[in-house]
């Protein structure tokens, strides 16, 4: 049975930092692709990264240049570093799992 465990949502102010991560259990966790993905009020689910088993990266283009996605394999963990996060970047951001399973979504919310 696949489970995902993610943490490190909060609020921060408009520039600043956080990171997400999201430990993955199951037979298939180690073997496959995964990502975050974010939904906003009012808004579509929407891709923010993935990275694939051997580390191969994708960033929305709303995010390159700010976010970052790396895994450990050893741990079964993915964590996205989240830098110069704008009020444009709150949403409820959801860890995926080899384009099937997700997590329960964690709040992060830009503001002054």
């Known amino acids: 049975q696949v489970q995902l465990v993610e943490s490190g949502g909060g609020l921060v102010q408009p520039g600043g930092s956080l990171r997400l991560s999201c430990a993955a259990s199951g037979s298939i966790a180690s073997i496959s692709a995964m990502g975050w993905y974010r939904q906003a009020p009012g808004n579509q689910r929407e891709l923010v990264a993935t990275?694939?088993?051997?580390?191969?990266?994708n960033y929305a283009d709303s995010v390159k240049g700010r976010f970052t996605i790396s895994r450990d394999n050893a741990k079964n963990t993915v964590y996205l570093q989240m830098n110069s996060l704008n009020p444009e970047d709150t949403a409820v951001y959801y860890c995926?799992?080899?384009?099937?399973?997700w997590g329960q979504g964690t709040q992060v919310t830009v503001s002054s």
């Open positions: 995926n799992l080899a384009a099937r399973f």
């Open positions: 990275i694939s088993r051997s580390g191969n990266t």
